[in-house]
C-alpha cells in the first residue's frame, strides 16, 4: 500500500496560498438565483466574527465556511436572515429531491386564459374582472417569490435577478391594469400577456434549471447509493440482518456474491472478484482473498467472503471519497473571478440602463406612442437581463467535472487545481513507485567483508523493519524468502534520512543502509539495477541489488503527453545509469538523478521563474515538497488510502493513465467555461441592447416583453445543458 503525502504544511508556492486552518461548516443556503446573491452572501459571512474564509456555490446552493474556533460556531439562520436569505441545514447524504414542475404548469394553464382573452375577441360578461384577477393570480401569485425575494434585498439595499423579474411582471401588470381602467383600453392586453408570460417563463426555466442542475449533481448520488443499507454480520455463530448504522468495527460481515460491501475491511475467509469501478476507475474486477483489504461501495462477484470491519460509517474511503467531491464542487475556479466582478454591479447597471431606456423613448419616441413603448422597452430590458448564466457559466461546469474525475478514477482537490491542470506544460515524475510499481526486489547479495551472508541479511533486516521505504520492505521479503530466517536484532538510535538512507546501532556498531554512490560502484555492476551498500562502521560489507517492474501503462501515457505538447521529465534520487533505462522503456527524453528531495524541489522552483507551468507526480511522502512546490501534485495512491490524500490530483488507482485522463479532463472543462461565458456575456450584450429598441430606427422593430422572458430563462438553461454535455466525456 502506497504512502500518500500529507500536503498540509504551508505551501512553498507563494501563488500557491494553502487553504485555511479551522472548522468546516456547510449548509443551504434559499433564496439565491444569481451570481450578485452569492457574492453578497459570502461578503457577509466574511464579516462574521471568527470565519476565516466562505464559499457559496450557486450550482449547489450550498455555502461552506471555514472558522477559526469549533467551539464558537455562530447561529447560521440570523446571519443569512439579516442578509435576507434563508439558512437551510444539510440532511446527511441523502440524493437530492427533483423540483416540482406544479407551479408553473399551473401558471402556465391560467397564462393560456390570459392570451386567449388578450389576442382572440372571445368575450363575455365580466371578462375584464376575469383578465385583471387571473393575471394578478400569476404575477403575484404564482410570482409571489420574485416580489418577496426583491423587498428582502430592497431591504438591506441591493438588489438581484428577483429585483429584475418582479419589476419587469409589476410594471407590466400595473401598466395593463391603468389602461384597461383609464385609457382606451387599446394596449392593456398587450401589458397583461407580457406580465403572465413574464412569469411562467421564468418559472418553467427555473424548473429546467433545478431539474439540470440535479443531473450535474447525479455523480455524487451515484457515489451515495453505492453503499448498501443493510449489511450480514456474524454474532455468535448466528447471521444477522442489520442496518448499516448497527455495524461496528471489529465485527464480521458476510459477503454473497452479487452483494454491495458495506464497510471498509480485511477478508477474512474465502475469494472473491471485486469490482471497484464507481472508487477507482478499474473497468476489470480484482480477485482477492484472506488479508486483502476491501472497501465500501465495491461489488462482490463470483464467492462468498467474510470480513473483518475496519473502517464503517462516515470513516469508510467511500464517505470520505463523497466529501472530497462534494467539497471539490462547492469551489470555484479563478477563471470565475470576472464573472464575478461583472455579477457584483450587475444589477444596478441594468436599473440604470432600464431609466435611461424610459428616458430615451419618452423624448425620442413617436409622439402617439411614447409611453406604451418606453413601458415595453423598459420591461423587456428589466427581463432579458440574465446575471443567472454568469453565475452558472463555472460552478456548473465544475460540478460536472469533479464527479466524471470521481467516477474516471482520480480526484481534483478544487477549481484552481482542475484549471491549472489544463494549462501544465511540462510534468516531473518520480521512478520508484511511480514509473514504476513501486515493489521491487532483491535481486542479488554480494558480501565482500568480514560478515558472513546470513550475518549481513540479519543485520539489515533489522534496519529494514523500522521503515516502510519500497526497499526496505524488499529486503525484510527477501529475508522471510530464505531457508534460514535471520534472527531479530535489537536496534538503537534508529534514523531514517530521505533521499539516503538509514542508519542505527546495533551490538555497539554504527550500521548504515545507504544508496551506493555512482563513483564507488563497481565497473561490473548492471546498470538497470538499484545498488545498496550496508556499511559496518563505515566500512562496506556487503550490498543488495535491487530490480522494479515499470508500470504497464508508463509508456502510453508518456506518449500520450508528447502528443498532447506537454514536456516529461525524471527525477529520482537513483542513479543515473538506472534511471536512463526507466526512461527509454517509457519514452521520456530528459533524467535527471542522484537527487535528494531538496534538490529536487529547488529544481521544480527553477523551471516555475520562466513560463513552465509545472506538474509533478509521486507516490511517497519523500515526494511531498517536490508535490507542494508544483503547480499540481499528481498523488498515486490504492483506493483505501485516498482520502487521506491532500494532493491537488489524486489517482486512486496506479495507473500513470489517470494523470492523462485529469489533463484531458480539465482541458474539456475549461473549453466548456468558456463557451459558458462567452454566451453568458454575449447574451447580455445583445440582448440587453436589443430590449432597449437599438433596430427601432430602421426596422420599427421591438422586443416584446415575453419574447424577452423566454430568451432570460432559456439563457440559463443552456448554459446549464453545456456543462452537461461532460457528463458524456470519456477520457481518449
Known amino acids: 500500500m502506497y504512502e500518500l503525502p500529507v500536503l498540509n504544511s504551508p505551501s512553498l508556492d507563494p501563488e500557491k496560498p494553502p487553504l485555511p486552518a479551522g472548522t468546516k461548516t456547510r449548509f443551504l443556503v434559499e433564496g439565491m438565483h444569481c451570481a450578485s446573491c452569492v457574492s453578497r452572501v459570502e461578503s457577509g459571512l466574511r464579516t462574521v466574527p471568527g470565519v476565516v474564509d466562505a464559499r457559496v456555490n450557486l450550482a449547489t446552493r450550498e455555502a461552506t465556511v471555514v472558522t477559526a474556533n469549533a467551539a464558537a460556531l455562530p447561529h447560521w439562520g440570523p446571519v443569512l436572515e439579516s442578509l435576507g436569505y434563508r439558512y437551510v441545514a444539510l440532511a446527511g447524504s441523502a440524493p437530492r429531491s427533483a423540483a416540482s414542475p406544479r407551479p408553473w404548469i399551473i401558471s402556465a394553464g391560467i397564462s393560456i386564459l390570459v392570451m386567449l382573452l388578450c389576442m382572440t375577441s372571445w368575450r363575455f360578461p365580466g ?16 410570482g409571489r417569490g420574485f416580489f418577496v425575494g426583491a423587498f428582502a434585498r430592497l431591504q438591506h439595499g441591493s438588489s438581484d435577478m428577483n429585483t429584475l423579474i418582479a419589476l419587469g411582471s409589476g410594471i407590466a401588470f400595473l401598466a395593463g391594469t391603468w389602461e ?38 447525479k455523480a455524487i448520488d451515484e457515489l451515495i447509493q453505492l453503499a448498501p443499507s443493510e449489511a450480514v454480520v456474524i454474532r455468535d455463530g448466528h447471521e444477522q440482518t442489520v442496518a448499516l448504522s448497527e455495524v461496528h468495527p471489529g465485527d464480521t460481515v458476510l459477503l454473497r456474491p452479487g452483494s454491495r460491501v458495506p464497510v471498509d475491511g480485511q477478508i477474512l475467509t474465502g475469494q472473491a472478484d471485486f469490482e471497484e469501478s464507481m472508487l477507482t476507475g478499474e473497468s476489470m474486477p480484482i480477485p482477492k482473498g484472506p488479508g486483502a483489504t476491501v472497501s465500501a461501495g465495491t461489488l462482490c462477484h463470483g464467492g462468498s467472503v467474510t470480513l473483518s470491519a475496519q473502517r464503517v460509517g462516515d470513516a469508510t474511503t467511500l ?16 477563471i470565475a473571478k470576472l464573472a464575478d466582478q461583472v455579477a457584483s454591479v450587475f444589477v444596478p ?13 419618452l423624448w425620442l419616441g413617436p409622439a402617439d406612442r411614447r409611453t406604451e413603448l418606453a413601458i415595453q422597452a423598459a420591461v423587456s430590458v428589466l427581463v432579458i437581463a440574465c446575471p443567472c448564466a ?32 489544463g494549462k501544465l506544460t511540462m510534468i516531473a515524475f518520480d521512478k520508484t513507485g511511480t514509473l514504476t510499481k513501486g515493489q521491487p526486489r532483491v535481486c542479488a547479495l554480494s558480501v565482500n567483508g568480514t560478515l558472513t551472508q546470513r550475518e549481513a541479511l540479519g543485520v539489515a533486516t533489522a534496519l529494514a523493519r523500522l521503515s516502510e521505504h519500497p526497499l526496505s520492505r524488499a529486503i525484510t521479503e527477501f529475508a522471510a524468502q530464505q531457508s534460514t530466517v535471520p534472527l531479530p536484532l535489537p536496534v538503537q538510535n534508529f534514523r531514517s534520512v530521505p533521499g539516503c538512507g538509514l542508519s542505527a546501532s546495533i551490538g555497539g556498531h554504527r550500521i548504515e543502509l545507504s544508496r551506493e554512490e555512482s563513483t564507488t560502484r563497481p565497473a561490473n555492476a548492471a546498470p538497470a539495477v538499484t545498488r545498496t551498500a550496508l556499511l559496518v562502521d563505515g566500512i562496506v560489507q556487503a550490498r543488495f ?18 502528443r498532447m505538447g506537454i514536456q516529461t521529465v525524471l527525477l529520482t534520487g537513483d542513479r543515473a545509469a538506472v534511471a536512463q533505462v526507466v526512461a527509454k522503456q517509457v519514452g521520456i527524453d530528459r533524467v535527471v538523478a542522484h537527487l535528494l528531495p531538496e534538490q529536487k524541489l529547488q529544481l521544480l522552483r527553477e523551471t516555475q521563474q520562466g513560463e513552465t507551468r509545472v506538474g509533478m507526480v509521486g507516490d511517497g511522502i519523500n515526494d511531498a515538497p517536490a508535490l507542494t512546490q508544483a503547480d499540481i501534485g499528481f498523488a498515486l495512491g490504492t483506493g483505501t488510502d485516498i482520502a487521506i490524500s491532500a494532493a491537488d490530483v489524486t489517482i486512486m488507482h496506479g495507473d500513470l493513465l ?10 474539456a472543462t475549461l473549453r466548456t467555461i468558456r463557451q459558458n461565458l462567452f454566451f453568458a456575456f454575449g447574451y447580455n450584450m445583445v440582448g440587453v441592447p436589443l430590449a432597449a429598441g437599438l433596430l427601432y430606427p430602421w426596422t420599427g422593430w421591438l422586443l416584446p416583453p415575453l419574447f424577452a422572458a423566454a430568451a432570460m430563462s432559456l439563457s440559463s438553461v443552456s448554459v446549464v445543458l453545456n456543462s452537461l454535455r461532460l457528463r458524456s466525456w470519456k477520457p481518449s
Open 127 to 142: 371578462w375584464q374582472v376575469v383578465l385583471v384577477v387571473s393575471s394578478a393570480a400569476v404575477v403575484f401569485g404564482f
Open 658 to 667: 489517470g494523470v492523462v485522463r485529469a489533463v484531458e479532463l480539465s482541458q
Open 349 to 361: 447597471v441594468i436599473l440604470g440602463i432600464a431609466a435611461l431606456t424610459v428616458v430615451a423613448w
Open 390 to 421: 454568469l453565475g452558472l457559466a463555472t460552478p456548473t461546469a465544475v460540478m460536472v467535472a469533479m464527479g466524471q474525475g470521481a467516477k474516471s478514477g482520480f480526484l481534483i482537490r478544487d477549481g484552481a487545481a482542475l484549471e491549472t491542470l
Open 180 to 217: 384597461l381602467m383609464f385609457g382606451r383600453g387599446h394596449h392593456a392586453s398587450m401589458h397583461f400577456d407580457a406580465a403572465v408570460m413574464i412569469v411562467t417563463f421564468v418559472l418553467l426555466g427555473r424548473w429546467l434549471e433545478e431539474r439540470a442542475r440535479g443531473q450535474a449533481s
Open 545 to 562: 541489488d535491487f530490480q522494479d517492474e515499470v508500470r504497464p501503462s508508463a509508456t502510453q501515457a508518456i506518449s500520450t503527453l508528447h
Open 319 to 334: 464517505q470520505k471519497i463523497v466529501g472530497l467531491v462534494r467539497d471539490a464542487q462547492g469551489t470555484k475556479a479563478p
